[in-house]
């Protein structure tokens, strides 16, 4: 794998931001907020990627999403792409972080919109935002956030997934992930 290869890791949905999170967006100018941590933005239902037979925690295409969504009859806010930032060679490569090794051979789908950069420990959990003082740590870093409150600069964002391992060590390592919006897929033929 090359030292700076985007790998497309899966597809994902958001369906609300958390009631506690809502004010953030005014407070530091954002359009909106956007993670890929679901104690933030919100996943209901909750797919159960166990029960359904795959690695981790994302879909595997993004028709696999779509037929989630079409039978829990769920209208997202959100329909995500997720690539994992493979620009850490010195870092550690664990059991835990082999779930999230390339799950398929699917292309970014054509039209994805790039949002930015967002970091995060192996359970998703926000080094932004699902950390102690989150406001003062939003605010530390705002001059290098986008209008969807994620790194603009990969390089940025991988300093702040080392700053966030020294920080806190307890949830590292944390993880730079490219997240890209998607248009609404086609609904599959239940014909």
Known sequence: MDADQNTLI?????????????SMVAQFGLER???????????EPEPNFEDMGYRCHFFESQELMENFLQGSGTAPLLRLAVTWQWVEPT??????WNNYLPISEV???????FLGYDVAEDGL???LLNMDCTEDRLASHRHLLNQNGLFIDQEDALQSAVETDEWAPEHAPFRVFGIYELDAGPMPDRS
Not at 33 to 43: F, S
Not at 107 to 113: M, Q, R
């Open 10 to 22: 899966g597809f994902e949905f958001r369906t609300e931001l958390a009631a506690c999170f809502q």
């Open 91 to 96: 870092r550690s490569m664990d059991e835990t």
């Open 125 to 127: 959990l926000s080094g």
């Open 33 to 43: 907020l956007i993670t890929l941590d679901a104690n933030i933005l919100w996943r």
């Open 107 to 113: 292309p970014l789908p054509i039209g994805a919109t």
